[in-house]
């Protein structure tokens, strides 16, 4: 049973970097069929995907539209985790952020993080 | 604002059916799977449907999604109390370059 477990900061100060990882337990972030992504929510943009990686003999990442310019979406195969970084962050960028994994193509954001609560304020 | 729109909010009483529809373009559902997911209150949110009607396992049978052109539906028969949630879909966009969600629907049992 693949279960993934979040963890960074809860407070970000405007125009530093919002920084949060996903450890993964039950299945490998370098797996060929599996994709990690990150997804957040807040009432004024209500859901939106972020980006995500994945591993198809060497790392491929997307990035939505709306963040690719400040977005950075990384693995760590030794300790088994990705990590989300998104720069210059505005108070815009409040949300609750969730990792979620898609585990074999085509078969949609089957598990999800329990979320983190960003808030960005001074 | 979604490029891809749901309904604000649907009821039924227990027992009925309830559908809901989500409309896109041909960058989205006209072109790609539709995802489906349930929100309960402060939770992530779950995989109801993926590849547009295909149930992960252990999601009742009572949840259908269905697609026809740039338009897909979720119907939820014989509704129960624990339905009441928000309800998202989400294809994959070209233009976008990404999945994208639905405005979602919040789901009402009176």
């Known amino acids: 049973q693949v279960q993934l477990q979040q963890s960074g900061p809860g407070l970000v100060k ?9 450890a993964i337990s039950g299945d490998s972030v370098s797996s060929n069929s599996g994709a990690w992504s990150w997804v957040r929510q807040s009432p004024s943009r ?3 995907w972020l980006g995500r990686t994945y591993y198809r003999s060497k790392w491929y990442n997307d990035y939505a539209v709306s963040v690719k310019s400040r977005i950075n979406i990384s693995p760590d195969t030794t300790k088994n985790h990705f990590s989300l970084q998104l720069n210059s962050v505005t108070p815009e960028d409040t949300a609750v952020y ?15 993080g329990q979320g983190t609560t960003v808030t960005v304020s001074s | 604002q979604s490029v891809v729109t749901q309904p604000p909010s649907v009821s039924g009483t227990p027992g009925q059916t309830v559908t809901i529809s989500c409309s896109g373009s041909n960058s989205n559902i006209g072109s790609h799977y539709v995802y489906w997911f349930q929100q309960l209150p402060g939770t992530a949110p779950k995989l109801l449907i993926y590849g547009d009607n295909q149930r992960p396992s252990g999601v009742p049978d009572r949840f259908s999604g269905s ?16 339905d009441e949630a928000a309800y998202y879909c989400a294809p994959w ?18």
């Open chain 1, 98 to 112: 969730y990792c979620a994994g898609e585990l074999t193509p085509h078969t949609g954001l089957h598990v999800w």
């Open chain 2, 93 to 110: 966009d070209d233009s976008l370059r990404g999945y994208v969600f639905g405005t979602g629907t919040k789901v009402t049992v009176l």
């Open chain 1, 46 to 48: 209500g859901l939106e």
């Open chain 1, 14 to 22: 405007p125009s530093q970097t919002l920084s949060l990882t996903c």
């Open chain 2, 67 to 82: 697609k026809s052109g740039t338009s897909a539906s979720l119907a939820i028969s014989g509704l129960r109390t624990e």
